[in-house]
């Protein structure tokens, strides 16, 4: 079973062609598709305090289904990327993008300063 990302995007562009849904991939589609499963994840926590949504994490099978919804947001993230590369004709490195926006983050968020904080307090 692949799980490198880019494996992962292949296996996800040959899954597409052979049902020859790339006509159905249409970049605006699948951004909405991605916010409706983002959706879908949110609604195991939705109206649940932070221990009543610690005490479901911890329920038999909840996680599973948990990640179960995670998997459709990545699924639709990389078919969007597919859809991209497909369209501009341009090859996309997405596992690269991912370590490029670390690195970003890394800088913005250094360590030194927001160890143990969500945000800096306002001078
Ligand atoms: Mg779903």
Request: proline fraction near 4%; charged fraction near 35%; avoid cysteine.
């Amino acid at each position: 079973m692949p799980t490198d990302i880019d494996a992962l995007r292949l296996l996800l562009r040959e899954f597409v062609q052979e049902r020859e849904w790339e006509r159905f991939h249409e970049p605006k589609d699948l951004a909405l598709a991605i916010s409706i499963e983002s959706g879908e994840l949110s609604e195991h926590f939705l109206w649940k305090s932070i221990d009543e949504a610690r005490d479901y994490v911890k329920k038999e099978g909840n996680a599973a289904k948990i990640v179960e919804e995670i998997a459709d947001v990545m699924i639709y993230s990389l078919n969007l990327v597919n859809a991209l590369e497909r369209i501009t004709g341009k090859p996309i490195d997405v596992g690269n993008a991912i370590y490029e926006k670390i690195e970003k983050n890394a800088k913005k968020y250094p360590a030194t300063l927001y160890k143990n904080k969500a945000r800096l307090d306002k001078p």
